[in-house]
């Protein structure tokens, strides 16, 4: 790898932005953008404190040795290749061509990314960090948005601004979100419900319905139209199928499901049939 995918990779494995790397280190998110893209070289003067917040080494970072386990630092050839391999396929991302690639080296992607995420969490959807990376295989002003590999949108354009761009990311995720959410970001649902609904999950989820189970009637219901609002009566209908039938697979929990939120009639269901979400 290039010195700039290692400060990509290892910035993410710890949970920082851009900018807040830049905070750490005291230079500016579109220093690191360019550091990440190989457009520039971090000052020697930054490679220790840089290391030191990335927790690698420097001959990792610079390629030293690297075909060798490191006995002095704290990442091995080992640790390295386990981390590619948990990397190779991102759940999600957007490839970007050459040209389209010079609207997102200022960084001011991120803000807009952070309000979209915002916006969609209103509507009970976490939005799953997004990986923007440019693309040698892409034409010039083409983009492509993936969920593990599957394209979600692919469009090429003449004349698109950052704006268009991210405008399109958020119809993608709303739209297409049965192909994007995972157990993971199930679970993570589910955790923040249960501050609020306790006595709907406690001993239920996961302990007798598992995330994967949930996850694939989430995504049936939203295939059908039905947006993830719908989440505590999901819950709701998956627990008193349970109840009634022990034995239940995931095909009964769908119909019961199915069943209990064509019974309502609140703002959700009339925005939902009318395509306003």
């Known amino acids: ?13 710890m949970n920082m932005t851009q900018e807040e790397l830049a905070v750490k280190l005291g230079v500016t998110p579109q220093a690191i953008s360019m550091y990440e893209r190989n457009v520039r070289m971090p000052d020697v003067t930054l490679l220790s404190q840089l290391c030191k917040m990335l927790g690698v080494s420097a001959d990792y970072l610079l390629g030293i040795n690297e075909n060798k386990s490191l006995s002095c630092g704290n990442i091995s050839y080992q640790e390295e290749l386990m981390c590619n391999l ?10 970007i061509g050459k ?24 509507e009970g959807i976490i939005m799953p960090i997004v990986r923007i990376r440019d693309d040698s295989l892409m034409k010039d002003k083409q983009f492509m948005i993936l969920s593990y590999q599957n394209v979600l949108h692919n469009e090429i354009c003449d004349d698109v601004s950052l704006e268009d761009i ?20 199930a679970k993570n649902m589910v955790d ?7 006595a709907l999950i ?18 049936s219901i939203m295939v059908r139209g039905n947006g993830i609002m719908y989440l505590p009566k999901v819950l709701e209908c998956m627990q008193y199928c349970f109840i009634e039938n022990p034995n239940a697979n995931v095909q009964d929990m769908i119909e019961a499901v199915t069943k209990g939120i064509e019974k309502e009639d609140n703002y959700w269901v009339y925005m939902a049939k009318n395509n306003l979400l």
């Open 1 to 13: 790898m290039e010195l700039g995918s290692k400060i990509s990779i290892c910035r993410q494995n």
């Open 86 to 95: 948990r990397n190779c396929i991102e759940p999600f991302e957007m490839l």
């Open 99 to 122: 040209e389209l690639a010079l609207l997102f080296v200022d960084g001011t992607f991120e803000e807009q990314i952070a309000n979209i995420r915002l916006k969609l969490s209103k």
């Open 166 to 185: 991210m405008q399109r990311l958020e119809h993608t995720v709303r739209n297409k979100y049965a192909e994007i959410i995972t157990p993971d970001i």
């Open 192 to 198: 923040n419900l249960k501050e609020k609904y306790p």
């Open 202 to 219: 406690e001993n239920i989820i996961p302990e007798k319905i598992s995330y994967g189970i949930l996850t694939l009637v989430l995504k």
